[in-house]
T-cell receptor, first 114, second 109 residues
Framework: SQTIHQWPATLVQPVGSPLSLECTVE??????LYWYRQAAGRGLQLLFY??????ISSEVPQNLSASRPQDRQFILSSKKLLLSDSGFYLC?????????????FGPGTRLTVL | QKEVEQDPGPLSVPEGAIVSLNCTYS??????FMWYRQYSRKGPELLMY????GNKEDGRFTAQVDKSSKYISLFIRDSQPSDSATYLC?????????FGAGTTVTVRA
């Protein structure tokens, strides 16, 4: 069966510090991978998605970046965090079932920027 | 105007009541309509999806889509305290999912 891991689970970082969040998927090959951010009381906002190694599409201009160094590894980074980067970051992978790209979410990383 | 509008609630109901949740949308390109459940501090999990107007049942859950009105609903029958969570509607066009803000539901024992 497929599982998705994210770490760390929680993170408190000062403004201006760098960020690296990691997501790995087990039990599947060549998945589509996604990074979302969920701010308090708001829906999920798609940040990046990837259809393969080294292939990243950005949905929202910001000071975040993403990389996919291996098939089942997706990394979210920032060189300098802003207060507005606080939120719940979710990684997801998808499989196409009968034409529907069903997305499965990881447990998330709660980031607080102070 | 947001693509997907969802009343954030909160909604509090007694155990056994019917929970009614809904979303409206503006993008006619949406092809699939989904409902996710998210427990506190966890990632969302897919409950149901549908792609056509009409009703779809799965146990105590019924999803309803009205494409002409751009309106979708989720009904939970015989609600249980374990149904207490945030429910997010989501709509898909191509690979992209657009989410509502989520409605927080509490089922009181």
């Amino acid at each position: 069966s497929q599982t998705i891991h994210q770490w760390p689970a929680t993170l408190v970082q000062p403004v201006g510090s760098p960020l690296s969040l990691e997501c790995t998927v087990e039990g599947t090959s060549n998945p589509n991978l996604y990074w979302y951010r969920q701010a308090a009381g708001r829906g999920l906002q798609l940040l990046f998605y990837s259809v393969g190694i080294g292939q990243i599409s950005s949905e929202v201009p910001q000071n975040l970046s993403a990389s996919r160094p291996q098939d089942r590894q997706f990394i979210l980074s920032s060189k300098k965090l802003l207060l507005s980067d606080s939120g719940f970051y979710l990684c997801a992978w998808s499989v196409n079932l009968a034409g529907v790209d069903e997305q499965f979410f990881g447990p998330g990383t709660r980031l607080t920027v102070l | 105007q947001k693509e997907v509008e969802q009343d954030p609630g909160p909604l509090s109901v007694p155990e056994g009541a019917i929970v009614s949740l809904n979303c409206t949308y503006s993008n006619s390109a949406f092809q699939y309509f989904m409902w996710y459940r998210q427990y506190s501090r966890k990632g969302p999990e897919l409950l149901m999806y549908t792609y056509s107007s009409g009703n779809k049942e799965d146990g105590r859950f019924t999803a309803q889509v009205d494409k002409s009105s751009k309106y979708i609903s989720l009904f939970i029958r015989d609600s249980q305290p374990s149904d207490s969570a945030t429910y997010l509607c989501a709509m898909m066009s191509g690979y992209k999912l657009s989410f509502g803000a989520g409605t927080t539901v509490t089922v009181r024992a």
